[in-house]
């Protein structure tokens, strides 16, 4: 057991036996004194161990024979790790700064070595580009090489002295001095990839890695700049600039957008693939600036109108997309699309001949201007401000006649019979009449019209849907406020209370000892809120008359002090009629009425006779017999036959006609507007204008007392709602000082005095 211990111990104390570098050995005092445990401890050599005299030279060379294989790409006889050791050990002994300098000679004399094979004249420029990058790599690879073995130079010796650059940079530094920097080298380069990048941009294939890779040299070697970049910049400047040119002349603008297009694409995928990031900012700049900067006003003058006319939404998108890259593109495509619009919606409202369609071709023209403003300018606030300014320009181009005709024809959507659209469309279409309705100025031409419209939906029972006719109340209330729709909702009003009194009127005509056997519906209409209606008088039959008067005496029975006032244009009736055919119902106007019943007493009347009998005016008598005569249902016959109705025609009562429905609603053509009542309702506009002129001039004097002209028209023009010219505003000012509301200053002619 005893000799096993002694054993193990022995074979610790040989492990603590150490073998340094030089191949001395030591043993650890510990080995001396068996049984005891003490620190170790370890000193250096008094002396420092001293190398052969030949050392540092021997060294030298084969690290220079190892240098030698790289360059000429030959195996090397030595071991990678024995010359990575042996930079190691000449460094240890003070040999850097003589390493450093004769690496660098070996380097720089193998570099200057290689300039001759470039100084041959008979290599194509290609062949010029591969032998260039050839070279280049190759003194990449040998660079990293050599690196690689003098790793501990670099890390040590050249780190400590920043003045020295690395192995790397050095490589660097010899290739562009003794390679690049020559003019002949560096002009046939640079040529060489101009050229290669010309025929790639015509459409030719190219190496576009062996670009990459010569262009990646010129940046690594610090001369991209100015020996390539300012060149290639240049080069693409003329190109484009030409191009430019010649293409605006041959090319139809939606081709030259698609080609820009491509052109950017291309130049941003070359930048990608082989050119400096830093090239990417000012070539795309060049290729805007040629093919878009300088031709800014003329693709606009040359195409956007034939692109707004054809709706192409593609390139109109790409229109907006190319010119908001380049400087003023925007603002130029602003100033042309509100330019567009003005000339087009001009054209919509100022054709007479067009009056007919011009509503819905505004409602079009504003849906495809709404559709180029979103989806082809981004939803620019600019271009939809622009849109509105230029609508509201056209559209009050002509005064008074868009918003007459909007009044039309919304009274044609609203009116029963109109069975184009659904509830929800039919709204659809209200709001974007509102749209349109916003831009026009004289809202009170509206308000006439719509009014005289409405009011022949409520008084024939012609509208479509009550809660459409609510609908658009409310959006005009919203429009333009409580005062502008006061007197279209009393007329709603109106209709509403008129029901009510019916309902009295029957629960009265049922008490009274003798009814009539002719139902009757009156409607009262407060003179204020309706259109004013000329009175006429007509010859009614007895019943008729009886039965005015027995409704006249239960009215004012209930309501003293009013007054009632027939309105015989507005009546309407049912009459029962006998033909061959058998019993029919007519729904006629009351002029059609009082002469249909003309028959009952006699077969055949002429025009004079039934114009004598009824009272009816001649214009008005005409256009009734001609619906009762000459329309789809001639419940009358006219001799002679014929369209139009004549002084000496004479008719009788039509018994054969037949009609496949039970109830005939004859046409009641003195419904239709005319020119007279055009007139008319416009006169009465520009008549409430002149009231509404004086009573703002009165309420401003009366607050101011003194007032110059200048400042009463500027007041007058932000209180009135609608366009006046000064020469109006004048008139009326002369009218209020002739009738004393107030006067001239004696000494200041313009100055205005209020008379209280």
């Given at each position: 057991?005893?000799?096993?211990?002694?054993?193990?111990?022995?074979?610790?104390?040989?492990?603590?036996?150490?073998?340094?570098?030089?191949?001395?050995?030591?043993?650890?005092?510990?080995?001396?004194?068996?049984?005891?445990?003490?620190?170790?401890?370890?000193?250096?050599?008094?002396?420092?161990?001293?190398?052969?005299?030949?050392?540092?030279?021997?060294?030298?060379?084969?690290?220079?024979?190892?240098?030698?294989?790289?360059?000429?790409?030959?195996?090397?006889?030595?071991?990678?790790?024995?010359?990575?050791?042996?930079?190691?050990?000449?460094?240890?002994?003070?040999?850097?700064?003589?390493?450093?300098?004769?690496?660098?000679?070996?380097?720089?004399?193998?570099?200057?070595?290689?300039?001759?094979?470039?100084?041959?004249?008979?290599?194509?420029?290609?062949?010029?580009?591969?032998?260039?990058?050839?070279?280049?790599?190759?003194?990449?690879?040998?660079?990293?090489?050599?690196?690689?073995?003098?790793?501990?130079?670099?890390?040590?010796?050249?780190?400590?002295?920043?003045?020295?650059?690395?192995?790397?940079?050095?490589?660097?530094?010899?290739?562009?001095?003794?390679?690049?920097?020559?003019?002949?080298?560096?002009?046939?380069?640079?040529?060489?990839?101009?050229?290669?990048?010309?025929?790639?941009?015509?459409?030719?294939?190219?190496?576009?890695?062996?670009?990459?890779?010569?262009?990646?040299?010129?940046?690594?070697?610090?001369?991209?700049?100015?020996?390539?970049?300012?060149?290639?910049?240049?080069?693409?400047?003329?190109?484009?600039?030409?191009?430019?040119?010649?293409?605006?002349?041959?090319?139809?603008?939606?081709?030259?957008?698609?080609?820009?297009?491509?052109?950017?694409?291309?130049?941003?995928?070359?930048?990608?693939?082989?050119?400096?990031?830093?090239?990417?900012?000012?070539?795309?700049?060049?290729?805007?600036?040629?093919?878009?900067?300088?031709?800014?006003?003329?693709?606009?003058?040359?195409?956007?109108?034939?692109?707004?006319?054809?709706?192409?939404?593609?390139?109109?998108?790409?229109?907006?997309?190319?010119?908001?890259?380049?400087?003023?593109?925007?603002?130029?495509?602003?100033?042309?699309?509100?330019?567009?619009?003005?000339?087009?919606?001009?054209?919509?409202?100022?054709?007479?001949?067009?009056?007919?369609?011009?509503?819905?071709?505004?409602?079009?023209?504003?849906?495809?201007?709404?559709?180029?403003?979103?989806?082809?300018?981004?939803?620019?606030?600019?271009?939809?401000?622009?849109?509105?300014?230029?609508?509201?320009?056209?559209?009050?181009?002509?005064?008074?006649?868009?918003?007459?005709?909007?009044?039309?024809?919304?009274?044609?959507?609203?009116?029963?019979?109109?069975?184009?659209?659904?509830?929800?469309?039919?709204?659809?279409?209200?709001?974007?009449?509102?749209?349109?309705?916003?831009?026009?100025?004289?809202?009170?031409?509206?308000?006439?019209?719509?009014?005289?419209?409405?009011?022949?939906?409520?008084?024939?029972?012609?509208?479509?849907?009550?809660?459409?006719?609510?609908?658009?109340?409310?959006?005009?209330?919203?429009?333009?406020?409580?005062?502008?729709?006061?007197?279209?909702?009393?007329?709603?009003?109106?209709?509403?209370?008129?029901?009510?009194?019916?309902?009295?009127?029957?629960?009265?005509?049922?008490?009274?000892?003798?009814?009539?056997?002719?139902?009757?519906?009156?409607?009262?209409?407060?003179?204020?809120?309706?259109?004013?209606?000329?009175?006429?008088?007509?010859?009614?039959?007895?019943?008729?008359?009886?039965?005015?008067?027995?409704?006249?005496?239960?009215?004012?029975?209930?309501?003293?002090?009013?007054?009632?006032?027939?309105?015989?244009?507005?009546?309407?009736?049912?009459?029962?009629?006998?033909?061959?055919?058998?019993?029919?119902?007519?729904?006629?106007?009351?002029?059609?009425?009082?002469?249909?019943?003309?028959?009952?007493?006699?077969?055949?009347?002429?025009?004079?006779?039934?114009?004598?009998?009824?009272?009816?005016?001649?214009?008005?008598?005409?256009?009734?017999?001609?619906?009762?005569?000459?329309?789809?249902?001639?419940?009358?016959?006219?001799?002679?036959?014929?369209?139009?109705?004549?002084?000496?025609?004479?008719?009788?009562?039509?018994?054969?006609f037949r009609h496949k429905l039970f109830r005939i609603k004859i046409n009641q053509i003195q419904m239709k507007e005319t020119v007279e009542e055009q007139v008319s309702t416009t006169e009465r506009?520009?008549?409430?204008?002149?009231?509404?002129?004086?009573?703002?001039?009165?309420?401003?004097?009366?607050?101011?007392?003194?007032?110059?002209?200048?400042?009463?028209?500027?007041?007058?023009?932000?209180?009135?709602?609608?366009?006046?010219?000064?020469?109006?505003?004048?008139?009326?000012?002369?009218?209020?000082?002739?009738?004393?509301?107030?006067?001239?200053?004696?000494?200041?002619?313009?100055?205005?005095?209020?008379?209280?």
């Amino acid at each position: 057991m005893a000799e096993d211990i002694r054993q193990d111990k022995k074979a610790n104390f040989s492990a603590l036996t150490e073998h340094n570098n030089n191949g001395v050995t030591r043993t650890s005092a510990l080995a001396n004194k068996t049984g005891t445990s003490k620190k170790l401890v370890i000193k250096n050599f008094k002396d420092r161990p001293k190398i052969a005299e030949n050392y540092t030279e021997d060294t030298w060379l084969k690290l220079r024979d190892a240098v030698g294989a790289i360059q000429n790409s030959t195996s090397i006889k030595y071991n990678l790790e024995e010359l990575y050791q042996a930079v190691e050990n000449l460094c240890s002994y003070k040999v850097s700064p003589t390493l450093y300098k004769q690496l660098r000679q070996v380097c720089e004399d193998h570099v200057q070595a290689q300039i001759h094979q470039f100084r041959e004249e008979s290599l194509d420029s290609l062949s010029f580009l591969k032998r260039m990058n050839r070279c280049w790599q190759d003194h990449c690879r040998q660079t990293i090489m050599i690196r690689s073995i003098f790793l501990f130079l670099d890390r040590t010796y050249v780190l400590q002295n920043s003045l020295l650059p690395s192995i790397w940079d050095t490589g660097l530094e010899l290739f562009r001095t003794h390679i690049i920097s020559d003019a002949a080298v560096q002009k046939r380069t640079v040529d060489g990839i101009l050229e290669q990048i010309e025929r790639e941009r015509n459409g030719e294939t190219v190496d576009r890695s062996l670009l990459r890779s010569l262009l990646g040299m010129l940046s690594d070697l610090q001369v991209y700049k100015e020996s390539f970049e300012e060149r290639f910049l240049a080069e693409t400047n003329r190109l484009y600039a030409a191009e430019g040119q010649r293409l605006m002349q041959e090319r139809d603008v939606p081709e030259y957008l698609h080609h820009v297009a491509r052109r950017l694409e291309e130049e941003n995928d070359r930048d990608i693939s082989y050119l400096d990031q830093s090239t990417q900012k000012p070539l795309i700049s060049t290729v805007e600036k040629q093919l878009l900067g300088e031709h800014l006003t003329a693709i606009l003058q040359k195409g956007l109108s034939v692109l707004m006319d054809g709706n192409r939404v593609t390139e109109l998108a790409l229109l907006y997309q190319l010119f908001s890259k380049v400087k003023g593109g925007l603002p130029a495509l602003l100033q042309f699309w509100r330019d567009y619009i003005k000339t087009f919606g001009g054209e919509i409202v100022g054709t007479p001949e067009k009056d007919k369609d011009m509503v819905q071709d505004l409602l079009d023209f504003k849906d495809k201007m709404d559709n180029v403003a979103h989806n082809c300018f981004a939803r620019n606030e600019s271009f939809i401000n622009a849109m509105k300014e230029a609508f509201e320009n056209f559209i009050n181009k002509r005064p008074n006649k868009p918003a007459e005709l909007i009044a039309k024809y919304v009274d044609t959507k609203l009116r029963a019979g109109n069975k184009e659209a659904t509830e929800e469309e039919l709204e659809r279409i209200l709001d974007k009449i509102m749209i349109i309705f916003r831009f026009i100025h004289g809202k009170d031409v509206f308000e006439a019209f719509y009014k005289k419209d409405l009011a022949k939906r409520l008084l024939v029972g012609k509208s479509a849907s009550v809660d459409a006719e609510k609908s658009m109340l409310s959006k005009l209330k919203h429009e333009c406020g409580a005062a502008f729709t006061s007197k279209l909702e009393g007329m709603f009003k109106d209709m509403e209370l008129s029901k009510d009194v019916m309902i009295q009127y029957k629960q009265y005509t049922q008490n009274q000892s003798e009814p009539s056997n002719i139902e009757l519906t009156v409607n009262i209409l407060t003179m204020g809120y309706w259109p004013s209606y000329t009175p006429m008088e007509v010859h009614l039959p007895p019943e008729m008359v009886k039965l005015q008067e027995v409704f006249k005496l239960f009215y004012l029975g209930k309501h003293s002090g009013r007054k009632l006032q027939w309105q015989p244009t507005l009546g309407h009736a049912v009459l029962k009629t006998q033909f061959k055919e058998g019993k029919k119902e007519l729904q006629v106007s009351l002029f059609q009425t009082l002469v249909l019943i003309m028959f009952n007493e006699g077969e055949e009347f002429s025009i004079e006779e039934i114009r004598s009998a009824t009272g009816i005016e001649e214009g008005e008598l005409c256009r009734t017999l001609q619906s009762l005569a000459c329309g789809k249902a001639r419940v009358l016959n006219k001799n002679p036959r014929g369209k139009e109705v004549e002084d000496g025609d004479r008719f009788n009562f039509n018994t054969d006609f037949r009609h496949k429905l039970f109830r005939i609603k004859i046409n009641q053509i003195q419904m239709k507007e005319t020119v007279e009542e055009q007139v008319s309702t416009t006169e009465r506009v520009f008549q409430d204008r002149q009231y509404q002129i004086d009573a703002a001039v009165v309420r401003i004097m009366k607050m101011r007392k003194t007032l110059s002209h200048n400042l009463l028209v500027s007041e007058l023009y932000n209180q009135l709602k609608f366009p006046v010219k000064p020469g109006d505003l004048k008139k009326r000012i002369e009218s209020l000082i002739d009738r004393d509301y107030m006067e001239r200053d004696k000494e200041t002619p313009n100055q205005y005095h209020y008379v209280a």
